[in-house]
C-alpha cells in the first residue's frame, strides 16, 4: 500500500495556477512538497508540521504558492499560482513519521527528514 500518493500535475503557461494534491495513508509528523529539476538537487518548496499547523515556503516560491490541509481528507494540498518557467520539476510529496530531527537547520524543509516519499508528479511551465 502506498503511504503518499500525488496528483494534479500538468502543463500549464507562465502566470498561470495548479493545484497539487497529496493523500497520505500514514501518521506524521511533517508533510513537505519537494521538486527536482532536470540536473539539479532535489529541494523543499513548502512543509507543514503537524503539530503546530504551521507551513513553511522556501524563498524562491514564497508569496506563490500556499499549502493547506484538510485532515478530514488525509489530505495536503499545494496551490501554486504566478507560475514561472523555472518552477518546472518533477513535484514530490513526502511524509516525515519520526520524531527525530535529522536536519535542525533545515528544518521541515530539509529532505533528509522524510520517509515516505510519492511517485512524483510533473509540472511544466512553458509558453
Known amino acids: 500500500q502506498l503511504q503518499v500518493v500525488e496528483s494534479g500535475g500538468g502543463s500549464v503557461q507562465p502566470g498561470g495556477s495548479l493545484r497539487l494534491s497529496c493523500v497520505v495513508s500514514?501518521?506524521?509528523?511533517?508533510i513537505g512538497w519537494f521538486r527536482q529539476a532536470p540536473g539539479k538537487e532535489r529541494e523543499g518548496a513548502s512543509c507543514?508540521?503537524?503539530?503546530?499547523?504551521?507551513?513553511h515556503y522556501a524563498y524562491s516560491v514564497k508569496g506563490r504558492f500556499t499549502l493547506s490541509r484538510d485532515n478530514a481528507e488525509n489530505t495536503v494540498y499545494l496551490l501554486m499560482s504566478s507560475l514561472k518557467p523555472e518552477d518546472t520539476a518533477v513535484y514530490y510529496c513526502?511524509?516525515?513519521?519520526?520524531?527525530?530531527?535529522?536536519?535542525?537547520?533545515?528544518?521541515?524543509?530539509?529532505?533528509?527528514?522524510?520517509?515516505?516519499w510519492g511517485q512524483g508528479t510533473q509540472v511544466t511551465v512553458s509558453p
Open positions: 513526502a511524509a516525515d513519521i519520526s520524531a527525530e530531527v535529522k536536519d535542525p537547520t533545515a528544518g521541515c524543509l530539509g529532505k533528509y527528514e522524510y520517509e515516505y
Open positions: 507543514i508540521n503537524s503539530g503546530d499547523g504551521n507551513s
Open positions: 500514514v501518521a506524521y509528523y511533517a
